[in-house]
């Protein structure tokens, strides 16, 4: 489903990339974080429920791995 988004992106430190990720027209977004290595990249999730819940739940996205190039 198309949605709106808004968001920031910064690095962590040499090879961690982290986007934060807002829908415009809801209260959640996701949180992406790219960590590079040679060739290699690995994305994982994190969702904004999960990530202030009281009882913290794991995102049920597994992460994605790959290589570049």
Not at 2 to 13: E, F, I, L, Q
Not at 26 to 36: Q, S, Y
């Amino acid at each position: 489903m198309p949605s709106r988004v808004a968001g920031t992106a910064g690095w962590t430190d040499d090879k961690t990339l982290r986007l934060n990720l807002r829908f415009v027209e809801a209260i959640f977004g996701d949180t992406l974080t790219c960590r590079f290595d040679g060739n290699e990249l690995k994305v994982e999730f994190l969702n904004s429920l999960a990530e202030t819940a009281t009882k913290k739940t794991p995102d049920p996205r597994k992460p994605l791995e790959g290589r570049m190039g």
